[in-house]
Nanobody
Framework: QVQLVESGGGLVQPGGSLTLSCAASGFTVSMADMRWYRQPPGKERELVATITAAGSSTDYADSVKGRFFVSRDNVKNTVNLQMNSLKPEDTAVYYC?????????????WGQGTQVTVSS
């Protein structure tokens, strides 16, 4: 059974840092395109960062480039999001997403989300 569990959220002051972790079970993260999304209060969910299965290339939303960094730990089977220089506008529920393809069929999985609040 596939499961994604996010952790690491919390309250942080502007300018601070947090590292989110997404622990996967039921599949290997190195075989999936992994993404972090976020949903600010009252707004739609938006894509924040991607790390691909093939080549491990990364991509980021313009709003977080140079501040957020996505990585994969193949030993722990986790995907992490290092968030630096946090701003109040980074406040959101952060979700982990996996796109896992087996043959011609791709499936998408979501975690339950973790709250990040940036406030003084």
């Amino acid at each position: 059974q596939v499961q994604l569990v996010e952790s690491g959220g919390g309250l942080v002051q502007p300018g601070g840092s947090l590292t989110l972790s997404c622990a996967a079970s039921g599949f290997t993260v190195s075989m999936a395109d992994m993404r972090w999304y976020r949903q600010p209060p009252g707004k739609e969910r938006e894509l924040v960062a991607t790390i691909t299965a093939a080549g491990s290339s990364t991509d980021y939303a313009d709003s977080v480039k140079g501040r957020f960094f996505v990585s994969r730990d193949n030993v722990k089977n986790t995907v992490n999001l290092q968030m630096n220089s946090l701003k109040p506008e980074d406040t959101a529920v952060y979700y982990c997403n996996a796109k896992y393809c087996g043959g011609f069929l791709c499936s998408y999985f979501w975690g339950q989300g973790t709250q990040v609040t940036v406030s003084s």
